[in-house]
């Protein structure tokens, strides 16, 4: 059986290009979500990147877990999706103290 140099090339350089497609939509798709995720955590925290790191770190795991970006740019619509964020969390590891966590950041939102 003859190897195809050619064919074998083609192939590779087809491989390599899909995977650099999939990097550009994963990548602008993940940038698409944090801005709609801070868009809506704004609307509690104005300045939330001036937040500590380990808070921005907290919120952005509620975020992803609640699928911040879907809901309304709502207050109560934010605060709630967090909370569930946070139970859910709480469920898998008590030791999280997530809830509390996330209830003492909430006073600091205007």
């Known amino acids: 059986m003859k190897l ?3 064919r074998i090339l083609i192939v590779v350089v087809a491989m390599i290009l899909v995977g650099l497609l999939a ?10 979500m944090a801005e709609k995720s801070k868009e809506r955590l704004a ?12 808070d921005r770190a907290f919120l952005a795991q509620l975020s992803l877990d609640c699928n911040l970006p879907k809901e309304p740019i709502e207050a109560n619509a934010v605060t709630n999706c967090l909370r569930q964020a946070a139970t859910r969390m709480e469920e898998k590891d008590a030791s999280t103290r997530a809830v509390q966590n996330l209830e003492a950041l909430l006073p600091t939102a205007k």
Do not use: F
């Not at 990097?23 to 698409?32: D, H």
């Not at 609307?43 to 380990?54: H, N, S, T």
């Open 23 to 32: 990097v550009l939509i994963g990548r602008y798709t993940g940038q698409a």
């Open 4 to 6: 195809n140099i050619k």
């Open 43 to 54: 609307v509690l925290w104005p300045d939330v990147l001036a937040l500590p790191r380990k």
